[in-house]
């Protein structure tokens, strides 16, 4: 791996200098260090008593999450414990852990089999770690960005095999812990496209991988986090990668979805907004975090896109029978669809209820063919 350049050293200086600094009341704070002789990093978040706290073990990376209280004398007791548990029974494991006059965290862990280890906890050295390679993503706190980037720093792919798309060349790679998969293009764009495009892919396959370990599962089972890649299309235009995402992560039930993301291959970066790449209601959308995107353009733009597949798609649209869970008629459905590119145009994708949306989420018909789409494209207003 490189050495860190000046740049970067003095950007995680700025990190590692804000960790511990209180916000808000909510002082974050990463450790490293050993539970007997395993290595853990350790994200503590204390608001006044109350404590929540991740750790992982650098063997395995997955989360496991505590929760607990400091008392007035400095000791920082947190605890897993078992689903619908009671607060004083069924603890899975426990830390018991204090600030000595070296700087340094030590305590004890023990489990529910009554073995105990010695902890011994510092604050981490981002210095140790090549954060450069992980490519940048939305973090809520800096201890967060140090958190996640000491859990990936390391992390290899192993190649698999090249394959064709038209003009273009795929390389496909796997990490091969988690086993999720993806591409970075190798051929079919300037150089200087390439490697922009093949930062937005690496950087969905990093948030693929930590989305893997951040999915802790009940009790004492690891959680499960599978993605496919189910398609993809490739322009000199647009690049889309169809993805879906199936977790049992606790303690939410079961779920599934669509993690379908576009980049702008023009300019080799994600198109995040449907709204950025299209105009279906003939006017530009205010921004996406106002009231009037959420409160009245939503609600436009869900009316818009039924009108258009009604009249593209007629028979489709319309609700078969009375018993039919699937009435794609309303409008509601589209108000946050899901979205991607194929070669016969842009998939629209409605979005059910979570206890029909395996059933209707994903139709085959909703497709608005480009010479339709040409006349909502934000490039043309």
Known sequence: MATLNKKFAAYYLIIFLAIAIYSNGQNRFVLEGTIGKYPIVMLVNEFET???????YKKYRHDIRLSGEKNIHGIYTFSKRKIGSKPEGDVLEEFRICLDKNNEWKGTWRNQKAVVLPVSLK??????????????????N?????????RLAGIE??????????????????EPITKIKSFRIIKGFPDTLLKKINNVLTQKHF??????????????????YETTIHGYFISPDYISIQKNVFWICAPAHPGEGDNSFTIDAIKGTEIKYLDDLAWFTGKKPPPVTSDAYLNNYTVARGKALAAILTKLYPNEMRKQDTNDPCDYSRSVYWEFPSWYFTDKGLYIGPNFPHVTSSACNSPVFSIIPYTILKQYLASEK
């Open 157 to 174: 792919f192993h190649k698999n095999s090249i394959t064709s798309y038209g003009t273009y060349s795929l390389e496909w790679v796997t």
């Open 142 to 150: 800096l201890e967060s960005q140090v958190y996640t980037k000491a």
């Open 50 to 56: 109350n404590l929540d706290v991740t750790y992982f």
């Open 123 to 140: 604050k981490i050295n981002p210095f140790d770690y090549h954060f450069q390679e992980i490519p940048d993503m939305d973090f809520g």
């Open 207 to 224: 948030l693929d991988i930590e989305s893997y370990y951040e999915c802790e599962g009940r009790g004492e089972n690891d959680g499960v």
